[in-house]
Structure formats: structure tokens, C-alpha cells
């Protein structure tokens, strides 16, 4: 008992630890690989490191319609990755925090998480903000069908409720359930890009107000609270692209073998991120919503098609 007990210690320990020190890599290797499809050496991929402990050793500017609200965005966006990040199961069989209908509590905290910023954002009294803020939400309602339907169809194929099964199951189920499985991951995938405001959803680059969706939400941020919300941006790609690659990565169950895949699937993730960014160009407003419509109508098929099998 007490063996088991320390062994569940270390592995959140290890898990959180990687999660925090590593999470800032990976908008860092999909801006690398984006300057070199433009024929530019670019930033290096340690530059968010540079940049978060610079704006943490500036000082803030708020604005005089500011309230305690506006603070409350960042840290809960950290605080959310955080806690995030103990229900996936990424280097391992079993996450850190496990428990029947744990799925439920990860998807609804990145929805608390997107609250308190919409609220940061709105509590600014900024037309641009509040535009941000109204299609971030827009986005959300249309994705968030995606995401839970592929929790159900993978809930479907292991019987259980819990994330670490699921995922688990779903990486060794390739061979017996590859086309829902395959159907999911593609849901998945433009959750996964709309949640992290990526490219053909948004443009975390572009400096048009315009045009910014989740960039202008945290326009008014600055110094230590502009850090915590790019921090609490990384830990959101970090979590969401752990639970993309663990759908699709069998566990061997030996931890050696285990975390470097996990570790070089997520890089090649970011990889892959820029090279979409590198090769499309931003999806029209109207046609945005068309595309997390084909992200619900796959992660329903998926599940119709596990339901059929039984």
C-alpha cells in the first residue's frame, strides 16, 4: 500500500513537473518550424522562456474601469492547465488524478478557464475585447459537441468513464476500431486547433483588431499578467495536444519507452501545427463555423460506428 501510495506521488510529481518546465516548448518548435517554411532562421524555440521572465520583471499597467475580475483570467487559466494536466494520462496508463466521470471535470474546466477570461476581457470595457470575447464563445459552443462526442464514442469502446482507461484502450484499439478511432482523432484535431486559437481558426500572430480572436481578449495585459496568460496558453496546448496524442499512441507500460514517445508525438504535433500554419491561410468567419461542424458530424460518426459494432 504505502509502495503504491509512492509511486502515485512520483508520478504526478513527474508528470507536473514536466508539464510546467515543458509546456513553453512547444509554441516555440511551431514557430521554428513556421520560419523555416518562410525561408527565415526565426526566433529561437526557447524564446517564450525569454519572453515570460521579461514581462515578469516588468511592471503592470491597468486601466482605470479595471476590477480584481480582470486579474482572475490569467491565474485561473494557469491554475486550469494545471489541474488539467494530473487527469491525462501521458506518459503512463494511469494520470496523477483519476476517477469515474473525471472526463466531465476536464472538459468543463477548460470551459471555466475560457469564463474568467471572457469575464477579464469584458471587465475592461473594451468594444475590442468584448468582440473577441463574443467569438471565442461562438467557437466554443461549436467545438465543445465535438470534444464530448468523442469522449462518449471512446467511453463506448472501454466501458469506462474515466480518461486513463479511455485513452489507453483507444491507443491499443487501432486494430480493432481504426476507422471510428481515426474519425475521433480528426474531430479531435480541430478541436484541438480551435481551442489553442490556431491557424484556420485564428491567427495568434496577427496584430488587427479586427481580425484577433483570443490575442485581443488579453490585449490590455501586461508585464507579470500578460506572463501568466501566455504561461497559461502553453499548459492549454500542452494538455489538449496530450490528449490528441495519447489517442493515438499504444503504451507499452514501461515508463523508459512510454514518456520519450510521448514526448517526440507531442513535438511532431507542434510540427505538424506549423506546418499548417506554414501552408493555410485563416478560415473566413462563415466558414469557421462549417469547419467545427465537420469536427461534430466526425466524433459523431465515430460514435455511431462503435455503437453499430456492438
Known amino acids: 500500500m504505502i509502495r503504491l501510495i509512492l509511486l502515485r506521488a512520483l508520478l504526478l510529481l513527474a508528470q507536473?513537473?514536466?508539464?510546467l518546465l515543458?509546456?513553453?516548448?512547444?509554441?516555440?518548435?511551431?514557430?521554428?518550424?513556421?520560419?523555416?517554411?518562410?525561408?527565415?532562421?526565426?526566433?529561437?524555440?526557447?524564446?517564450?522562456?525569454?519572453?515570460?521572465?521579461?514581462?515578469?520583471?516588468?511592471?503592470?499597467?491597468?486601466?482605470?474601469?479595471?476590477?480584481?475580475?480582470?486579474?482572475?483570467?490569467?491565474?485561473v487559466s494557469v491554475a486550469v492547465g494545471v489541474t488539467a494536466a494530473l487527469l491525462v494520462p501521458m506518459g503512463s496508463t494511469v494520470a496523477p488524478l483519476s476517477f469515474a466521470?473525471?472526463?466531465?471535470?476536464?472538459?468543463?474546466?477548460?470551459?471555466?478557464?475560457?469564463?474568467?477570461?471572457?469575464?477579464?476581457?469584458?471587465?475592461?470595457?473594451?468594444?475590442?475585447?468584448?468582440?473577441?470575447?463574443?467569438r471565442e464563445v461562438t467557437f466554443a459552443t461549436l467545438?465543445?459537441?465535438?470534444?464530448?462526442?468523442?469522449?462518449?464514442?471512446?467511453?463506448?469502446?472501454?466501458?469506462?468513464?474515466?480518461?486513463?482507461?479511455?485513452?489507453?484502450?483507444?491507443?491499443?484499439?487501432?486494430m480493432v476500431a481504426g476507422g471510428p478511432l481515426a474519425l475521433v482523432l480528426t474531430g479531435w484535431c480541430l478541436v484541438f486547433l480551435v481551442e489553442n486559437c490556431r491557424i484556420p481558426f485564428d491567427d495568434p500572430n496577427t496584430h488587427l483588431e479586427l481580425t484577433?480572436?483570443?490575442?485581443?481578449?488579453?490585449?490590455?495585459?501586461?508585464?507579470?499578467?500578460?506572463?501568466?496568460?501566455?504561461?497559461?496558453?502553453?499548459?492549454?496546448?500542452?494538455?489538449?495536444g496530450a490528449l490528441v496524442v495519447k489517442l493515438c499512441?499504444?503504451?507499452?507500460?514501461?515508463?523508459?519507452?512510454?514518456?520519450?514517445?510521448?514526448?517526440?508525438?507531442?513535438?511532431?504535433?507542434?510540427?505538424?501545427?506549423?506546418?499548417?500554419e506554414s501552408i493555410m491561410a485563416r478560415l473566413k468567419m462563415q466558414r469557421v463555423a462549417k469547419a467545427l461542424i465537420v469536427a461534430v458530424l466526425c466524433t459523431s460518426f465515430g460514435f455511431l460506428m462503435l455503437l453499430l459494432q456492438a
Not at 154 to 164: A, D, I, K, N, V
Open 16 to 19: 507536473l513537473g514536466l508539464t
Open 22 to 75: 515543458l509546456a513553453p516548448l512547444l509554441p516555440g518548435i511551431i514557430n521554428k518550424v513556421k520560419a523555416l517554411f518562410a525561408g527565415r532562421v526565426g526566433p529561437p524555440v526557447l524564446q517564450l522562456y525569454y519572453d515570460l521572465a521579461k514581462l515578469m520583471a516588468k511592471g503592470s499597467v491597468y486601466s482605470r474601469s479595471t476590477t480584481r475580475v480582470f486579474l482572475a483570467g490569467p491565474v
Open 101 to 134: 466521470g473525471d472526463l466531465i471535470v476536464f472538459a468543463y474546466l477548460f470551459a471555466l478557464s475560457r469564463f474568467f477570461t471572457v469575464l477579464s476581457a469584458l471587465d475592461t470595457a473594451s468594444a475590442f475585447e468584448g468582440m473577441g470575447s463574443a
Open 143 to 174: 467545438a465543445e459537441p465535438a470534444l464530448f462526442l468523442g469522449l462518449a464514442a471512446l467511453t463506448r469502446f472501454s466501458g469506462s468513464l474515466s480518461l486513463g482507461p479511455m485513452l489507453t484502450s483507444a491507443g491499443r484499439g487501432w
Open 212 to 240: 484577433m480572436i483570443h490575442e485581443v481578449m488579453i490585449l490590455d495585459h501586461s508585464g507579470p499578467g500578460l506572463a501568466t496568460a501566455l504561461y497559461g496558453a502553453s499548459l492549454k496546448l500542452w494538455v489538449l
Open 249 to 276: 499512441l499504444p503504451v507499452r507500460g514501461a515508463w523508459w519507452l512510454d514518456w520519450p514517445a510521448f514526448l517526440i508525438c507531442l513535438a511532431l504535433l507542434a510540427v505538424g501545427v506549423g506546418v499548417v
